[in-house]
């Protein structure tokens, strides 16, 4: 593709960016980078969290990964829509009811500050990791579309981006970032339905003769009922459940934007319709992967397969085919939804680290306007290093990333899960200083649990490590039980 055009999508993107940042940072007071000013409409708010959840990682990854796991991502999917029915009808209002800005300030309300410290920590941990590797995957391809191309370096283009994603948010923050995902959504997903329909177009099949060539593909399953496989249905269904409650409803990057909508109701009809349309979106991503395997064996296409028969590489796929093979148009619609994913992929999670950061350790509820401002800037600075740092060490890993971003949720979301969990649904009283013990060793017994079945029962927990993670820390605050 032209440099020149590649150069000229870029601006315009960033360009129609900072005029969305221009016109929603006027009037903003203190707390507008952080709530929104809770004015927030929460059909746009729904809208923009799909582009947040799906970033570069969905949009590369998820249509690459049906290679080797067919369609058995949708039973998680299935799991994470009765998750956020959890979401909403009992975390939503529980946030309400107590005017949270970081939610981890319920585990202070609820068990005492050193809960509360190591709840907001695990979730600066787990977003630093999780927002790195979403723009890692896309900084990728786009190194490979353009910047390659003028001798620009990986790490140069990391910092461009997040330079970028700065300048956009760094003043109004949440109350910008709900129109800018919403934007970002949108071209996400008119991307992914026009290169389906350009592959169709290429192959001379017709909409229904697409959708029959999908359907009797081997890929196209649905179901896994193998007890042993990281992919039971079983195994993926809890996942997903326990997964969207901890990756969304227990995480300040998402539920940081559903807290900006005017009033509870308003916040679960955006909960449960994001659910839908993501859910929806998922799937349409799965059906593109087959049909870019389809392409492939159209054309003749060879992939690199391992001796147990397992495609390596599934991430290059989708990057190569939309950039090397289907014209202009196609590379076009791939390049604005890459774009797209790895600004959504960044920016949200900048402000909900800033946020955290700021509200649970540096109590930002006592400080004066100049402080915050300060402040606030200072930590948005920090955690755009942070993710720098984190991107350049894994910048060499290879393997689809969507699996390596849930196998490490569900070492790290796990404590938040049993914490929460334990919090709503017991009236005990723990012996809050010792949390951080449990908070660290619930992730180890897990992660040695997991070796253990699979060495000597070939027995994978997959996704469902998170659920292991959760009921471990709820048992380890159990013995933190006061007596009376």
Known sequence: MNVQLILFVILLYFGILISISYFTSRKTGDETFFTGDRKSAWFLVAFGMVGSALSGVTFVSLPGSVANNHLYFSQFVMGNVVGYMFIAFVLTPLYYRLQLVSIYGYLKERFGKVS???????????????????????????????????????????????????????????????????????????????????????????????????????????????????????????????????????????????????????????????????????????????????????????????????????????????????????????????????FSSIDSALTALTTSFTYDFLDMSKKTSQQKKRYKNLALFGFSIVIFCIIMIFSQSKGDVISLIFNIAGYTYGPLLGLFIFGMFTNMKIHDKWVWLVCIASPLLTYALSIYLKNHFKFDFGFVSIAVNGILTFFGLLLLHKRN
């Open 116 to 342: 509360y410290k190591s709840g907001s920590l695990i979730f600066l941990v787990s977003q630093s990791f999780g927002a790195a590797l979403r723009l890692m995957l896309a900084t990728k391809i786009l190194q490979l579309a353009f910047f390659d191309r003028i001798g620009i370096p990986f790490y140069l283009t990391v910092i461009i981006i997040i330079v970028f994603v700065w300048l956009y948010t760094f003043k109004s923050g949440i109350k910008t970032i709900v129109w800018t995902d919403t934007l970002q959504t949108f071209f996400l997903i008119i991307s992914i339905v026009a290169i389906g329909i350009g592959i169709s177009d290429t192959l001379d099949m017709s909409f229904s003769e697409t959708a029959q060539q999908i359907y009797n593909h081997k890929y196209f399953d649905f179901f896994n009922w193998d007890t042993k496989s990281g992919n039971n249905f079983f195994k993926q269904f809890i996942a997903g459940f326990f997964v969207s409650v901890a990756m969304i409803g227990l995480d300040q990057n998402m539920m940081q934007k559903t807290l900006t909508c005017r009033n509870i109701w308003d916040a679960q009809k955006n909960m449960l319709t994001y659910s839908l349309v993501l859910a929806g979106t998922q799937i349409l991503f799965l059906c593109l992967g087959v049909l870019l395997y389809i392409y492939a064996e159209n054309m003749g296409i060879i992939l690199e397969i391992d001796p147990k028969g397992l495609v390596l590489n599934t991430d290059n796929l989708f990057p190569n085919l939309a950039l090397n093979y289907l014209g202009i148009v196609a590379g076009m619609c791939f390049l604005l939804g890459i774009i797209a994913a790895s």
